[in-house]
């Protein structure tokens, strides 16, 4: 009976300590900002909202390794709550942002890629760290109800588009949330 209670303690433990080391006992700070201006290379994508990661990375190595672009800060935007659209017709985008000094190489790009800049609006921000794929598990539990419930206290819709920014040199996960009135 000792040896099954340690085992579940020793469980219990390393489960708080990922759980805390990925982020999961952060408190989010949500606040209302202007931010934009980003240019981006992307696909659409429809479908399970988990395929983006894999869109995600097809781009930034095919901008490296056939243009010579590095990109440091992923992107994705997702247009549809999970809970309310089917999977297989969830709407998002994912792709790169890419840094000042490349943006001359992008008329370099064939037709296939999609490239635009973000617009510049008024947004509710947040952010989360990022310290490898498992923290994108534990901010999508915490972040999009942080995000929904800030919206609804500020009188918004907790409808609206959100875009993930994985800014991987700073470490962070960087949320935009468009504000929808009510």
Request: glycine share 6%; hydrophobic share 40%; net charge positive.
């Amino acid at each position: 009976m000792k040896i099954l209670i340690a085992v579940i303690l020793i469980i219990l433990v390393l489960f708080v300590s990922v759980y805390a080391f990925y982020g999961g006992f952060i408190k989010l700070k949500c606040k209302i900002e202007k931010q934009g201006g980003e240019t981006i290379v992307y696909e659409n994508v429809t479908g399970d909202y988990k395929q983006t990661g894999v869109v995600m990375d097809r781009i930034y190595y095919a901008l490296l390794n056939d243009f010579k672009i590095e990109t440091y800060k992923g992107y994705g935007k997702y247009f549809d709550n999970p809970k309310k659209v089917e999977k297989s017709k969830l709407r998002s985008e994912a792709g790169s942002i890419i840094e000042e000094n490349d943006i001359s190489k992008l008329s370099e790009l064939p037709q296939i890629y999609l490239v635009r800049e973000l617009a510049e609006k008024k947004v509710i921000t947040t952010e989360f760290p990022y310290k490898g794929k498992m923290s994108v598990v534990f901010s999508v539990m915490k972040v999009y109800s942080a995000l929904n419930n800030f919206a609804e206290k500020n009188g918004y819709s907790d409808e609206g588009a959100v875009t993930e920014i994985y800014d991987i040199p700073n470490k962070k996960i960087l949320y935009r949330k468009e504000i929808v009135k009510k």
